[in-house]
């Protein structure tokens, strides 16, 4: 055995014992009032046997785990940090194809490995209630429960933030100074993310919405550009602005409700709420819709986003748009709609007007954008416009394509991120007036890149294109919109009809700025000054292929996803749509 | 055979995923062998089909599906329709195509990006099998974009020169707008439930749509015409086609001749039952082609780019197909559908090979007397160019004749207006022998012009093309660098003028041999609906509702062959023989205007640039400057303004809130200090002050 090697295997080993010794600690605190040993062992293992809990606590644990590793040791904190971050996909995406139902059949029922493989069962997502649900005392004063589960909104979200995640930590491999705290910070929040796609309980979405939103403020604050604190007070501030106002919402909620429980499937259907008087009500949506609003984010409330977008580091870019965006929407579809259905049918016209205006708008200030970041920023509150129309249309169209849209968006935009990454990585521009002849220089690079531009227009065949389509035809078959509401003339559905054709011109804006961009950096006689950048080095190209290749297969068979959700949009269609 | 037809398409696309992957690690040669021997593959597969058609072994339409797409109601199975329509166009594309990749081994010789040439054409021939093949209308939409997206790559090959990139573009941009009002036409097909099947249109739609309201059909079929205008390029949407030619010839002859912009019609023809149930459909379809079709002609007798002239020509004859199509000549525009394609190929694989003799010279002004040199080229040029002027007997003739037979008899039923069709028809018979005439003129005849001092118009395009390319160059790149010097280094140098006369040679035989079997499709298919002389096998196979009733009308054929004989005696006296009175003429001040508005196509992209494009883009610059100083600044003004409220209030903190504590406090202080001296701590003061206290205290109630 080499030298080195040896060194390896005591540090691995060292590792290891630091993570039992974490895990012992947070044993010992679990203990902490329960009576029996036995007692104490069952609750802890189900516990952390549910798979979602287990893919949410791997990184907060990971995050812990790196605090005791020395922090000039590089390469180990990178490493321990992708292991952390690929537990839930590893998990996530066993659910997803049931590779654990397979590999319990090698264990017997009774044995631990057995029993846990068969909570580990196959998603279910035709199933009435949640999967991996788990209901557990939390805060007992207040009656706030420990509630995750996944149903057919949360889970595909849920495998997404899992898959982004891994690919951004690979990105996040770059980060040469702080990697430590870095790390800890990014554990911290992807744990946070999961939690939010995961949590049914108010008050846990909450505490979950807010542990996202501090290490992203550290993130980007301290690895950022060179205007990185107006940045991150900007976004930290604007998205507190909104989820004040969601816990006004929340407290004013839980006391209408009168069930005396903050579980978000109870209040759901609470008569108390339903009953409420109309201004309470539309107090409660509008703290609900301003947080939401907020983190889509919808027309006035955006500029928070390019400037967020073009100071974090890539892999925070990824992330933001990739996952941190979709918070809103799922907020949308989690509270929004299923609880205050009639509000969201009578100002339907308003919102879908915000939606709308943002499609067309964030095409249009993407199309001058000198800054290549900055460009797919505003094409983010571009695709983000569809996604909220979708969901206004309230039908099973318009949702299902809401949430194919959230996939592809973040997929596409990730990928986007990541190439701009790339370029700046290189050129260290990010000014698309400097750069040109990219195609010939670095055709690996090339190749990806038009991948994620075509699919981020919309060309079919790729991913892009189902979410846009359903949205549209959803919109245009919408009578969602409150029939009384004549805006300009126009009776309610008409002007749904009317939404969903400005939603078709706002794919020809799309197209256009999006080939223009990439004329101007990739076309072109090679670039005397770039000439001999070296193209993606295996690190950067293993980030992208990935999402390069879920965006050509799920473009050309989008079934496997479309049988995650289509069963969810179906019943909350039909929730929705007692209204009429 | 028709159970594995679906192998048709994936041939070419085993070819594509082989060379895009594997591209840099096989050479050319394994590049363009495989593609091409995977396209003759498919002739082989196309043939089987139609065979199988001819015979009967298999009648009318057979479709097979498998489920694909599932979502809500959103149900997708993944289909074929293979109608006789499908099964010829199928053998159109197949050969044409097959010939194409043959070609491109010699014309694309040398290229740096060789086998990704052939990558993108392999993946243009799978997506146009698919559009061929395919019955439902979104898997349509699907291989309708890919081929729109290789359409767009294969234009901007070239991807160093500015035109090109502007083309590709333009290209995508102006077909997306198109295929915009087509999605919406799809989604109105779901909104009215009505089927999204090709197969299941007929039934569904016959009786003039008695299912639907008029106006639902009518607008069903208008926006889903908006794809086929902007694919098949006819106006308002056919700015993008003439600028398309920045592509390599081979791309010009496959996607921008005979198969993608045919896609149009083909369109066109899949939902013939849509556009049938409507009067208003048919008059539009009708007027757009007819439209197109003269104003393009009459483009191409002024362009001097021997592909534009082609390219104007593509135009003007896929407006006669709308044009055939919009008087109920269905079994007409399929015919010249598949004549065209394999005239108009033959044309630009001809032109091809004309360039690559003139060593890469486009403009006819620095040609002539190729005939004698380049005896191949000319000959099957000649035979196709015959048969696009309608010059009996060759192919172009008898679907020409058949569609101005359909006009004619559409004209005599509805009358009034409608007879402005067959005026319409007639007129571009007359102007297509003409243009094509000049075109022959000025390339083959007469004597080799090449080696000439160009002419002055000549130098003048030259150097506006030039200094396009330049002007944009020294802007992008310039900026970041010391001048153009750094950008043409010593390997790079702009090219020099060559000083050695050459002679144009005639091109390898590979060039030749596509030339000669594309000239024979395209001179004489035509004789499969040869109704003249008896042979009605077209007629009974292309058939939409009743049986196509093949009489010949006499009238019609003789007006057009004079037409066509006309154009060429025209064209003839004005660029061959050149009398003095016409050169009079050429030069007065009407006629240099008239020329000058048709060599800028009337002004149409001056104004689409002006007034949309730059509309669109200070409405953009607007949008920024809004969100710069509107939006953002009231987030900021709402930051400052908390900030100013929070200095204002730690202000009232520290003056107001602990001003009053600290006044306490220097109450106490004031109340102490006065206080203070009582208590000085010496005994004699306070005896002093008992004292005085006794006394006083004697004098208040001893006096009062």
Same mark, same amino acid.
């Given at each position: ?75 180990? +904190? ?18 997803? +194809? !049931? ?109 979950? $919405? ?93 500029? $928070? +986003? ?15 748009? !990739?996952? +941190? ?86 997929? !596409? ?68 919109? $409150? ?32 080939? $223009? ?52 949009? !179906? ?10 | ?102 070609? /491109? ?45 290789? %359409? ?6 070239? *991807? ?13 941009? @102006?077909?997306?707008?198109?295929? @915009? ?128 002239? &082609? ?87 008898? %679907? ?66 030039? /200094? ?11 900026? %970041? ?25 005639? /091109? ?5 041999? %596509?030339?000669? @079997? ?23 196979? *292309? ?75 200070? &409405? ?10 509107? @939006? ?59 004292? *005085? ?12």
């Amino acid at each position: 055995m080499s030298e080195a090697r040896r060194n390896l295997l005591s540090e691995i080993l060292r590792q290891a014992v630091t993570v039992i010794i974490v895990l012992g600690v947070l044993f010992v605190l679990a203990a902490i009032g329960h009576t029996s040993e036995d007692q104490l062992i069952g609750a802890f293992t189900n516990f952390f046997r549910n798979p979602v809990n287990l893919s949410i606590f791997a990184p907060i644990l990971g995050a812990v785990t790196l605090m005791f590793i020395n922090h000039r040791k590089h390469g180990t +904190l990178r490493g321990w940090a992708l292991v952390f971050t690929a537990i839930p996909l590893v998990i996530t995406a066993g659910l997803w +194809l !049931g590779w654990w139902d397979v590999l319990g059949r090698l264990f017997s029922p009774t044995s631990f490995l057995g029993e846990t493989m068969r909570v580990w069962m196959r998603f279910v997502p035709s199933f009435e209630g949640f999967n991996y649900f788990l209901d557990r005392n939390w805060i007992d004063i207040l009656n706030v429960h420990y509630i995750v589960g996944l149903d057919g909104l949360s889970f595909p979200l849920f495998l997404m933030t899992a898959f982004i995640s891994v690919l951004a930590c690979i990105a996040s491999f770059g980060i040469k100074e702080r990697v430590k705290e870095y790390f800890i910070l990014y554990l911290l929040l992807v744990g946070g993310m999961l939690g939010v796609f995961a949590a049914l309980d108010y008050f846990l979405f909450y505490v979950f $919405w807010e542990v996202s939103l501090v290490p992203m403020y550290f993130l980007i604050g301290i690895w950022g550009g060179p205007r990185r604190m107006y940045a991150a007070i900007k976004f930290f501030l604007f998205t507190l602005f909104g989820s004040v106002f969601m816990l006004v919402a929340i407290i004013t909620m839980f006391l209408f409700a009168g069930v005396g429980t903050f579980s978000m499937i109870e209040l759901a259907d609470a008569p108390g709420i339903a009953s409420a008087m109309v201004g309470y009500r539309l107090l409660m949506f509008g703290g609900f819709f301003l947080a939401f609003s907020i983190k889509v984010p919808l027309f006035p409330f955006h500029t $928070w +986003l390019p400037d967020a977008h073009v100071e974090a580091p890539t892999p925070i870019s990824v992330i933001l748009a !990739g996952i +941190l965006l979709k918070m809103g929407s799922y907020g949308y579809m989690r509270v929004l709609y299923p609880t205050f259905p009639d509000l969201g049918y009578w100002l339907g016209a308003f919102i879908g007007l915000l939606a709308v205006v943002s499609i067309i708008y964030g095409a249009m200030v993407a199309m001058v954008q000198p800054d290549l970041k900055k460009l797919v920023a505003y094409s983010s509150v571009s695709h983000m416009g569809f996604i909220i129309l979708g969901i206004v249309s309230m039908n099973p169209d318009g949702f299902n394509g809401a949430i194919l849209q959230m996939i592809a968006h973040g997929l !596409g935009t990730g990928a986007l991120f990541l190439l701009v990454g790339v370029i700046y990585d290189r050129t260290h521009t990010r000014m698309i007036k400097d750069l040109g002849g990219l195609m010939i220089t670095m055709p690996r690079f090339a190749f990806v890149m038009y991948i994620a531009a075509l699919s981020s227009l919309g060309l079919p065949s790729l991913i892009g294109f189902w979410g846009e389509f359903l949205i549209i035809k959803g919109t245009f078959a919408s009578n969602a919109v $409150w029939q009384q509401v004549i805006a300009w003339g126009v009776q309610g559905d008409a002007l749904m009809r009317i939404y969903a054709v400005i939603a078709a011109i706002g794919i020809v804006l799309t197209a256009g700025y999006i080939l $223009w961009m990439v004329e101007r950096v990739m076309l072109g006689r090679e670039h005397p000054r770039w000439k001999g950048l070296p193209d993606m080095i295996a690190r950067e190209y293993w980030a992208l292929v990935p999402i390069a290749v879920f965006i050509v297969f799920f473009g050309l068979y989008p079934r496997p996803l479309m049988r995650m959700f289509e069963f969810f949009s !179906g019943a909350l269609a039909e929730k929705v749509l007692i209204m009429f | 055979m028709h159970n594995w037809v679906w192998l048709i398409p994936a041939l070419p696309l085993i070819s594509f995923i082989v060379i895009i992957f594997f591209g840099y690690r096989i050479k050319d040669r394994a590049s363009h062998l495989l593609a091409t021997w995977m396209m003759m593959l498919t002739i082989v597969g196309a043939v089987l089909v139609l065979l199988e058609k001819f015979t009967g072994a298999a009648t009318g339409a057979f479709t097979q599906a498998f489920p694909w797409v599932q979502v809500g109601d959103l149900k997708i199975p993944f289909t074929t329709y293979l109608d006789n329509p499908a099964a010829i166009t199928l053998l159109m594309v197949a050969i044409t195509a097959g010939f194409i990749h043959l070609f /491109s081994q010699g014309y694309m010789k040398g290229d740096v990006r060789y086998s990704l040439f052939f990558a993108l054409i392999s993946l243009f021939s799978f997506s146009m099998f698919g559009v061929v093949l395919t019955d439902h209308f979104i898997s349509f939409l699907i291989f309708w974009e890919i081929m729109g997206f290789c %359409s767009y790559a294969l234009i901007g090959f070239y *991807i160093e020169k500015r035109s090109a990139q502007l083309a590709m573009k333009k290209a995508f941009i @102006v077909t997306r707008i198109g295929d @915009v009002g087509m999605i919406l036409g799809i989604i109105m097909l779901y909104y009215v439930g009505a089927p999204l099947r090709f197969s299941e249109m007929a039934a569904y739609f016959g009786h003039g749509g008695a299912h639907l309201s008029q106006a639902a059909v009518t607008t069903i079929g208008l926006l889903l015409f908006c794809g086929a205008v902007g694919k098949s390029a006819q106006f308002p949407l056919h700015v993008w086609l003439p600028d398309a030619m920045e592509g390599p010839t081979p791309v010009s002859a496959l996607i921008h001749a005979a198969t993608m912009v045919s896609a149009g019609v083909y369109l066109v023809v899949r939902i013939f039952p849509i556009v049938q149930a409507s009067v208003v459909t048919m008059t539009v379809v009708a007027a757009v082609g007819a439209f197109t079709a003269l104003i393009t002609a009459l483009v191409g007798l002024v362009m001097n780019d021997i592909k534009k002239v &082609l390219a104007y020509s593509t135009m003007s004859q896929l407006g006669y197909m709308f044009l055939a199509l919009g008087v109920a000549g269905y079994t007409a525009g399929v015919f010249h559908l598949i004549n065209h394609a394999f005239f108009k190929a033959c044309l630009f694989l001809g032109s091809g090979s004309v360039i690559m003799g003139c060593h890469h010279q486009q403009d006819m002004r620095r040609m002539g007397g190729l005939a004698k040199l380049m005896p191949i080229t000319f000959v099957t040029f000649l035979i196709a160019s015959l048969s696009l002027m309608g010059i009996p007997p060759f192919s172009g003739f008898w %679907s020409k004749d058949e569609i101005l037979g359909s006009a004619y008899a559409w004209g005599s039923e509805h009358g009034g207006a409608y007879w402005l069709l067959f005026l319409a028809g007639e007129l571009v018979a007359f102007l297509t022998a003409a243009y094509m005439t000049r075109l022959l003129i000025l390339t083959f005849a007469g004597k080799y012009r090449g080696n000439d001092a160009p002419t002055e118009d000549f130098v003048e395009d030259q150097a506006k093309l030039q /200094s396009e390319q330049e002007n944009w160059e020294i802007k992008k790149y310039d900026r %970041s660098l010391g001048g153009l010097k750094t950008l043409y280094r010593e390997d790079e140098e702009p090219e020099k003028h060559e000083e050695h006369r050459h002679v144009p040679r005639e /091109s390898p035989w590979v060039v030749g041999a %596509s030339l000669i @079997v594309l000239a024979l499709f395209g001179g004489f298919f035509g004789f499969v609906g040869a109704v003249p002389l008896g042979i009605t096998w077209w007629q009974g196979f *292309i058939t939409f509702g009743h049986a196509h009733h093949a009489e010949v009308n006499w009238l019609v054929m003789g007006i057009s062959t004079a037409m066509a004989l006309g154009g060429v005696f025209v064209a003839y006296i004005i660029w061959g023989a050149k009398f003095a009175v016409f050169m009079r003429l050429y030069r007065t001040r009407l006629v240099q205007v008239l020329q000058a508005v048709l060599a800028n196509r009337y002004y149409m992209d001056h104004f689409y640039n002006g007034i949309i494009v730059r509309g669109f883009m200070v &409405l953009a610059k607007a949008s920024r400057i809004f969100d710069t100083w509107v @939006v953002d600044l009231i987030v900021n003004a709402f930051g400052a303004g908390t900030k100013m409220f929070a200095y204002a209030y730690a202000w009232f903190d520290l003056w107001v809130v602990d001003g009053l504590v600290n006044l306490a406090g220097y109450m106490w202080l004031g109340i102490k200090r006065g206080i203070r001296p009582l208590q000085s701590g010496y005994l004699q003061h306070y005896m002093l002050v008992l004292i *005085i206290a006794a006394v006083l205290f004697w004098v208040v109630r001893y006096f009062f």
